[in-house]
């Protein structure tokens, strides 16, 4: 079948047709197959690109976070054998194609999570230049360019992990990270607008660091943090699972909106409880709040159902809360209106605009 | 070819209204003819625009002649015309934009396609020209099938894909094809520089 003797109309539709595997894998075919693919108006609502020492691995996901396509980029000392090679016009480096069956497990020198059998494989010499070349093949399949996350794992060279210019979601995964590493990780992007932070942060959290003054955050490991973290933050949006704190921590945050001497941009603020017989920290609890803090039921009649939006912050999805049973206060200087609610585990702000 | 000897597309008599029991002639380009229900017209917007454009009598479709059709042979055609019949009446599908393009191959459709890739071609083509939408989305979607699980080499191979190096060289070739003098020009330029000159004017 000579799928480019086809009129346009045609290649365009079979195109369309394919799935994302197929199409991604047609692109490498040559330059005329990844034109025709970026000249069908390809679609793809995310593209995640996870960065190990050992690996890439490139996702194209649906809109609900299915993954369309898993497609690894691996480095290697010398290719496999029954490699297919992979040329990119105006490019030197040599890359190979291998599908790995899942019968093969044991073929597979890398611990990756996922189930992908599509494998390119670079030469570990050629690590740095491969990253852009790959990053640059993607990005010129769609028209428009689709929404582009960086996760990176703790521990990869971060001058070997290139930030293009247009992404601007950042997240970082592992265990534990020193925070000069994440701080770093993040300069890296020009206009960081979402970031999550997988791994516990350690070292001294500075003023105005990367980190707080990201407009969105999630913060997943926060525990002994918790204070650094979410009294410096100065953006809109952020989420700090697994707080090791006392409630004390609560009422301040609540204290310095109402206040204004902090928390002047925030939209919504959420922290998430994590005890341990070690820390021996009580339970939230909201009566101690209310005491400490003067607020109101909220009044169903002024308020919707559902407060705040939704939110996507580097993957992690913020779903819109339910406000029913919320308290209001009101910020001194203007008489902004905020909503909040405390739970053993939960602690919920959100702003009204 | 009388139309007594034309090669006639089944058709169930009884799905058809009485007031849309009219049957069109068409004429491949290798002079096949064709009797098409007017419903089964329909699918086609190509077809269906041109009949509405004739405005046809019944007398008229007996007596004038067949409407030629001279892009498409008997072959493809008859393909074609199956497929319209077997699915007339049926709503012709709107494009959503969604990508990718969600789209079942029916069991008649599968059938209708186990064909060699020669002739899935021409009934590509020829759904294209007609503007059959559907039969334009169940026969790219066979295409697109055949990619399924295909390393790209494969794919090379499934699809007739030229690497670049053969695209660059057809290029080429197409250029000399059509300016012989340039290929001249240019090994004269090749050759000057090799003789160490430093301009070629």
């Given at each position: ?14 195109v ?16 005329r197959t990844?034109?025709?693919i ?6 793809v ?11 890439i ?26 490699t297919?090679?992979?040329k ?8 190979r194609?291998?599908?790995l069956?899942y019968y ?9 999570y996922?189930?992908?059998q599509?494998?390119i494989?670079?030469?570990n ?10 990053y640059k ?7 428009n360019?689709?929404?582009i ?11 070997l992990?290139?930030?293009p ?5 950042l ?43 990201v407009?969105?955050?999630v913060?997943?490991d926060t ?13 809109q ?23 204004n ?6 939209e919504?603020?959420s ?10 920290f009580?339970y ?5 709040v209310l005491?400490?803090?003067?607020s109101?039921?909220s009044?169903?009649?002024k308020?919707?159902e559902n407060?705040g939006?939704k939110y996507?912050?580097?993957s992690?999805?913020l ?32 702003v009204w605009? | 070819?009388s ?17 849309k029991?009219?049957?069109y ?23 269906n ?14 007596n ?38 969600i ?5 008649f ?18 759904a ?29 191979r499934?699809?007739?894909?030229p ?9 080429r ?24 000159g430093?301009?070629?004017?």
């Amino acid at each position: 079948m000579k799928l480019q003797k086809l009129p346009h109309v045609v290649q365009r539709e079979i195109v369309r047709t394919m799935s994302f595997t197929e199409t991604t894998l047609l692109s490498f075919c040559s330059t005329r197959t990844k034109h025709m693919i970026k000249n069908t108006n390809w679609k793809v609502p995310r593209l995640l690109f996870t960065i190990t020492k050992k690996y890439i691995s490139v996702h194209l996901c649906h809109d609900n976070w299915s993954n369309a396509l898993s497609l690894v980029v691996l480095y290697v000392d010398e290719f496999m054998e029954n490699t297919e090679v992979l040329k990119l016009r105006n490019s030197s480096l040599e890359f190979r194609f291998i599908k790995l069956g899942y019968y093969l497990d044991y073929q597979q020198p890398v611990e990756y999570y996922g189930n992908s059998q599509d494998v390119i494989q670079v030469l570990n010499q050629f690590l740095d230049d491969s990253r852009y070349e790959l990053y640059k093949h993607f990005i010129d399949l769609f028209p428009n360019t689709p929404k582009i996350q960086l996760m990176t794992e703790v521990g990869t060279d971060l001058e070997l992990v290139p930030v293009p210019e247009y992404v601007t979601d950042l997240s970082i995964a592992g265990e534990e990270v020193d925070v000069n590493y994440v701080e770093e990780y993040f300069s890296k992007c020009q206009d960081l607008q979402n970031a999550l932070v997988g791994p516990e942060i350690k070292g001294q959290i500075m003023e105005n660091s990367k980190i707080t003054t990201v407009k969105r955050l999630v913060c997943v490991d926060t525990k002994y943090q918790v204070k650094c973290l979410v009294f410096k933050f100065n953006g809109q949006v952020a989420s700090f699972q697994g707080c090791r704190c006392k409630i004390n921590v609560v009422i301040d945050v609540l204290k310095l909106w109402i206040s204004n001497e902090a928390f002047q941009n925030v939209e919504r603020l959420s922290m998430n409880a994590e005890f341990s017989s070690f820390d021996n920290f009580p339970y939230w609890e909201e009566n101690v709040v209310l005491q400490e803090i003067e607020s109101s039921q909220s009044d169903p009649s002024k308020r919707p159902e559902n407060c705040g939006k939704k939110y996507e912050i580097a993957s992690w999805i913020l779903d819109p809360l339910e406000c029913g049973n919320f308290r209001d206060i009101t910020r001194t200087i203007d008489g902004k209106r905020a909503s909040f609610h405390v739970s053993t585990f939960d602690f919920h702000l959100v702003v009204w605009n | 070819m009388s139309v007594e000897n034309a090669p006639v597309v089944d058709v169930d008599e009884a799905a058809i209204p009485v007031e849309k029991k009219m049957y069109y002639r068409f004429e491949s380009n290798d002079k096949k003819e064709f009797r098409v229900s007017e419903l089964a017209i329909q699918q086609s917007e190509t077809l269906n625009r041109l009949v509405e454009a004739m405005g046809y009598t019944s007398e008229d479709v007996e007596n004038k002649p067949a409407i030629a059709i001279e892009n498409i042979d008997g072959k493809t055609l008859k393909l074609v015309f199956q497929w319209c019949e077997h699915h007339k009446g049926e709503a012709i599908p709107v494009d959503d934009g969604s990508v990718p393009k969600i789209v079942e191959i029916p069991e008649f459709d599968a059938k209708l396609m186990d064909i060699d890739n020669g002739l899935l071609f021409k009934l590509i083509w020829a759904a294209d020209y007609l503007n059959i939408v559907q039969l334009l989305n169940v026969s790219c979607k066979k295409v697109a099938n055949m990619a399924q699980g295909k390393t790209p080499a494969q794919l090379r191979r499934v699809y007739l894909l030229p690497s670049d190096e053969e695209d660059e060289a057809a290029k080429r070739a197409a250029q000399e094809a059509q300016d012989p003098r340039a290929r001249e020009v240019e090994e004269e330029f090749e050759e000057r520089k090799r003789q160490g000159g430093n301009s070629f004017f």
